[in-house]
């Protein structure tokens, strides 16, 4: 499963990939816009990376013997 640390660390990057997406479209500044939402693209692929490992080990435990 996924611990609390790496809960955290996903918000965290989404959160700050969040903040360079807004600053960089204030500023006019394309690259970091875009770095930001790559941040974000990045929290969300391995939150759903955790979800798809915790339901297979759900699965696994419900068909143990």
């Known amino acids: 499963g996924m611990s609390f640390i790496d809960k955290l660390k996903n918000k965290t990057e989404r959160a700050t990939g969040k903040a360079k997406e ?35 080990s759900k699965i696994k435990d419900a068909v143990k013997p």
């Open 22 to 56: 807004h600053i960089g479209a204030a500023k006019g500044d394309d690259r970091l816009s875009a770095e930001g939402k790559n941040d974000q693209s990045k929290a969300n692929l391995k939150d759903a990376g955790e979800h798809v490992k915790d339901a297979g």
